[in-house]
């Protein structure tokens, strides 16, 4: 039966919320633009718009997988990061709007010396947006994006081909943390979005989380903090003199992570930001 754009949104929405997406709506109206191959501006243009056979079948395959709370960002292939779309897949982490910041501070911190960065390292890059954004706001900038996930590396690779366009001066290592990394090598900035959240507070992530997102990306002993240690330990022997390392943290790390990083006696300043929400969302460490 031939159903218009009004009624088959309709349906996704009814559909999605009794199976308890909370963001039914949005996700609705994201998964038909993808199907109709058409921006949010088209739908609520044209709602008395008939759907194709086709394009009404590809509606009710993406409901069904989002009911069963597969990501949308898993479900299209992308999410919006810096105002850019990223290439993501189940190998990466989902891109997420808090760990703008980290490219925020980053941006803001080299503003403020008048002189940006030569040489950037992003570590545990996934889908590489904290490095590729970085690497578009200062087009003349070295970039080296690592991950210990090979499959995680072919994501970057996609994305900076799309986005930057084999831009020649990136590099591609895989890599746990600093391992394959020769420390002659400086860096004026490291970023990282490591893996800081505590097996403990599993129980309270959600399903499209739990069941999707890979775990290795997200879990790390010592109530999280395990990585963040190893990463700060290590941080200094690559960072070029004044050199700054910026890192995302837990919402609720800021006290533990800045106690532990000062404690290590290896860098200068070190201070916490916090995000919109007023939660510690990024800790900076510079030589």
């Given at each position: 039966m031939a159903e218009t754009?009004?009624?088959?949104?309709?349906?996704?929405?009814?559909?999605?919320?009794?199976?308890?997406?909370e963001s039914a709506h949005i996700d609705a109206w994201l998964l038909a633009g993808h199907c109709l191959k058409r921006q949010k501006a088209y739908l609520l243009a044209h709602p008395e718009y008939i759907l194709s056979d086709e394009e009404s079948s590809c509606l009710r395959d993406l409901i069904e997988r989002r009911c069963s709370h597969e990501p949308v960002a898993y479900i299209i292939g992308e999410k919006e990061f810096?105002?850019?779309?990223?290439?993501?897949?189940?190998?990466?982490?989902?891109?997420?709007?808090?760990?703008?910041?980290?490219?925020?501070?980053?941006?803001?911190?080299?503003?403020?010396?008048?002189?940006?960065?030569?040489?950037?390292?992003?570590?545990?890059?996934?889908?590489?947006?904290?490095?590729?954004?970085?690497?578009?706001?200062?087009?003349?900038?070295?970039?080296?994006?690592?991950?210990?996930?090979?499959?995680?590396?072919?994501?970057?690779?996609?994305?900076?081909?799309?986005?930057?366009?084999?831009?020649?001066?990136?590099?591609?290592?895989?890599?746990?943390?600093?391992?394959?990394?020769?420390?002659?090598?400086?860096?004026?900035?490291?970023?990282?979005?490591?893996?800081?959240?505590?097996?403990?507070?599993?129980?309270?992530?959600?399903?499209d989380i739990m069941g999707y997102e890979p775990h290795k990306a997200l879990f790390s002993p010592k109530r999280g903090l395990f990585e963040i240690e190893r990463i700060f330990g290590n941080a200094h022997r690559y960072l070029s003199p004044k050199g700054a390392i910026i890192c995302e943290i837990g919402w609720n790390q800021g006290e533990r992570v800045l106690c532990m990083v000062k404690d290590l006696n290896l860098y200068g300043a070190v201070f916490v930001k916090k995000d919109l929400s007023g939660h510690d969302r990024v800790i900076v460490a510079t030589l």
């Amino acid at each position: 039966m031939a159903e218009t754009i009004k009624q088959a949104l309709s349906w996704a929405v009814a559909t999605l919320r009794q199976h308890s997406i909370e963001s039914a709506h949005i996700d609705a109206w994201l998964l038909a633009g993808h199907c109709l191959k058409r921006q949010k501006a088209y739908l609520l243009a044209h709602p008395e718009y008939i759907l194709s056979d086709e394009e009404s079948s590809c509606l009710r395959d993406l409901i069904e997988r989002r009911c069963s709370h597969e990501p949308v960002a898993y479900i299209i292939g992308e999410k919006e990061f810096w105002s850019k779309p990223f290439l993501c897949n189940p190998a990466t982490l989902i891109p997420r709007p808090e760990t703008e910041l980290v490219v925020e501070t980053a941006l803001e911190f080299f503003a403020k010396r008048q002189t940006p960065p030569q040489r950037l390292l992003d570590l545990g890059t996934g889908t590489g947006c904290i490095g590729i954004s970085l690497a578009l706001e200062w087009p003349g900038i070295m970039l080296v994006l690592t991950d210990v996930d090979a499959d995680a590396l072919r994501v970057a690779r996609q994305n900076v081909s799309q986005l930057l366009g084999d831009k020649e001066r990136s590099y591609l290592v895989c890599t746990d943390w600093f391992q394959a990394l020769s420390t002659g090598e400086k860096y004026d900035l490291i970023t990282v979005n490591p893996p800081y959240v505590s097996h403990e507070d599993a129980p309270s992530l959600s399903e499209d989380i739990m069941g999707y997102e890979p775990h290795k990306a997200l879990f790390s002993p010592k109530r999280g903090l395990f990585e963040i240690e190893r990463i700060f330990g290590n941080a200094h022997r690559y960072l070029s003199p004044k050199g700054a390392i910026i890192c995302e943290i837990g919402w609720n790390q800021g006290e533990r992570v800045l106690c532990m990083v000062k404690d290590l006696n290896l860098y200068g300043a070190v201070f916490v930001k916090k995000d919109l929400s007023g939660h510690d969302r990024v800790i900076v460490a510079t030589l």
